[in-house]
DNA sequence: CCATGTTCTTGACGTCGTGTCAAATATTAT
DNA sequence: ATAATATTTGACACGACGTCAAGAACATGG
């Protein structure tokens, strides 16, 4: 029993990094290894495959990233918490010089069936990026629905939450497409007015 | 002067055919040549590289989505017109088998600037791009402000076009992480119900 | 009708990243 | 100490990209 001659946690946060700033293509494997002070081969022989470490990489992102939404909704008005939640989305997108994007909104759209060797794996990743998307959409129905209680709100909330994050995905394709973070706070600023009603902005 | 000996417009649909249903990295220039008849150097020859083909073959393609946005907002009511631009939409994410999912979306978060060798054509990928969603936003725009004329709408006709957009490109990353049309469908209903009040509905 | 020049095509080559493997190495357990 | 087991290493084959010189096909001018 030989121990491994690397940090395995901080070997993935040295590959989600990667990942993050270049895409699933533009991560290398000889570069993470070099960062990380291993030979590829090691990679292989700790994850199995490129995409199984990225992976293994991206649920460790989801976990902080879901920690981030629950506090981002934790307190205040229902106003106060989808505020909240839509302003660290956008800065998430826009953290990193340049500007990383989504990491999830990426990965789910850089999947293709065709292109992965192993088609289990090819699934487990999509199942991780909408595992997310769901657990989100949960939380988000639950601040509605704790508002709904309060008489905060009074529609549907799971199809507010559906809208919500159908939004946050458009905010992350529209800010690769026109790198100007104002309009996207716009937007989210018009879709919290749609579903909770001008009328009652803050002063 | 020897001409060519490939058709150039089936060689782009070709081409955007494969980088549909694969994706930018799955798509094969040996597989693009093969299908054309044509040797890969030919390609070269012609477009200069794999990305500028691409390009070529994605402006073809905006160019029909651009006609299709077009004649789906064309008549009736607002509502019908939207309603027609998200079916059409969605039927467009949808088709093929399996489904392609949106290919400008997949090609906005497929872009990142250390994979491409010329910054130039990268920049004038995301140009085409973000080109066809302003276009498409200022389509609805016009919608929106010419049933603003007519009494069907009060609000600001920009922030609801770009609502649709977002709200758009957001049902084309759901489609890659849920597989779920009647969802999609769920969202763009609730989304136009949001935009024009869920009272004048038609019965 | 033929020669010339220009463009296109062809096939081979170098490069890079991936994935695999056998040999070497470093521990743990007996 | 020795055997057993897991990890590391470096070399290898493979696939796709991009380049290039040489050959091929056509237009033009004589």
């Known amino acids: 029993m030989r121990p491994r001659e690397f940090d395995h946690d901080a070997l993935l946060r040295?590959?989600?990094?990667?990942?993050?700033?270049?895409?699933?293509?533009?991560?290398?494997?000889s570069d993470i290894a070099r960062e990380a002070g291993v030979q590829r081969g090691s990679l292989y022989n700790a994850f199995g495959s490129k995409e199984a470490l990225f992976l293994a990489a991206y649920d460790r992102y989801a976990g902080d990233y879901l920690g981030a939404v629950e506090q981002a909704l934790g307190g205040g008005t229902l106003r106060d918490s989808l505020t909240a939640f839509f302003d660290m989305t956008i800065r998430n997108f826009r953290s990193g010089t340049p500007?990383?994007?989504c990491p999830t909104t990426r990965g789910l759209m850089?999947?293709?069936?065709?292109?992965?060797?192993?088609?289990?794996?090819?699934?487990?990743?999509?199942?991780?990026?909408?595992?997310?998307?769901?657990r989100i959409i949960a939380l988000i129905e639950g601040a509605f629905a704790r508002a709904a209680s309060r008489g905060e709100f009074s529609s549907d909330a799971a199809a507010a939450a559906w809208q919500i994050v159908t939004v946050t995905r458009g905010l992350a394709v529209l800010?690769?497409?026109?790198?100007?973070?104002?309009?996207?706070?716009?937007?989210?600023?018009?879709?919290?007015?749609?579903?909770?009603?001008?009328?009652?902005r803050a002063a």
């Open 99 to 101: 500007p990383r994007g």
């Open 14 to 29: 040295i590959a989600f990094d990667q990942v993050w700033r270049k895409g699933l293509r533009g991560a290398l494997l």
């Open 110 to 134: 850089e999947l293709d069936s065709s292109s992965s060797a192993d088609a289990a794996l090819h699934d487990q990743a999509r199942e991780a990026f909408a595992a997310l998307l769901t």
């Open 175 to 200: 800010e690769r497409a026109f790198d100007d973070e104002a309009q996207l706070r716009k937007i989210a600023a018009h879709t919290i007015d749609l579903l909770l009603g001008k009328s009652d």
